[in-house]
């Protein structure tokens, strides 16, 4: 809906701003294109996580995703069977493959992110989150919903706000980004790991001052 209401707005395109997507500039087209013939991809990887790049990795694209500001390719990579995501700014060298491939008639994208926040699929089991919302914050997320199983349960001056959802590291990111406006009640993992990233953190300028 959105894509095609700006491309009906293109006389005034001087007027509307959108977020610059860095990862679109080169390595988009392609990556539709294998999706589209159902043909494999060769590139060399840079994690962000690693020194050195992984060289020639071979997927076979199941779908693209765009989440905060950076597309992500998700397939089966051929050499060990296993569905992955990488984003397309950390990827070189990418050439579509002459092989066609068949995609998986089982996998559903939808299902794969079922439960993650974000771009991270986990592979660990979904659980129940609470998270506390001053009425201020609570208006923000119930005008832009972190996740599609949130619920609301109305407090005097404050909402609890409930999820069923992986614990992931762009999760806890997210959580972090709020500050005291947003607080973990449970799980107590996830709880924990908000409270020592923060204490991390903390550290860093507590060392200034020594």
Request: glycine content about 4%.
């Amino acid at each position: 809906m959105t894509n095609e209401v700006l491309s009906q707005s293109r006389d005034i395109s001087e007027c509307i701003f959108v977020e610059p997507v860095p990862s679109a500039r080169e390595h988009l087209a392609p990556a539709i294109e294998a999706l589209r013939q159902n043909r494999s991809i060769t590139f060399d990887y840079q994690a962000f996580n690693r020194d050195t790049p992984s060289s020639g990795v071979v997927l076979e694209p199941y779908f693209l995703k765009l989440f905060r500001q950076r597309w992500y390719v998700t397939g089966r990579n051929a050499a060990d069977g296993r569905i992955k995501t990488y984003a397309l700014d950390r990827l070189s060298n990418l050439r579509l493959n002459t092989e066609s491939f068949e995609p998986d008639p089982t996998f559903d994208p939808c299902e794969y992110f079922r439960h993650s926040f974000g771009i991270v699929a986990g592979e660990g089991e979904p659980c129940d989150i609470e998270l506390r919302a001053g009425a201020l914050q609570a208006k923000y997320l119930r005008a832009l919903p972190l996740h599609h199983s949130q619920r609301e349960h109305v407090h005097d001056g404050y909402s609890v706000f409930t999820y069923r959802m992986r614990i992931t590291a762009d999760l806890i990111e997210e959580l972090l980004s709020h500050g005291p406006s947003v607080e973990v009640l449970s799980p107590p993992e996830l709880r924990r790991a908000v409270a020592d990233a923060l204490r991390a953190t903390l550290r860093l300028y507590e060392a200034d001052k020594n």
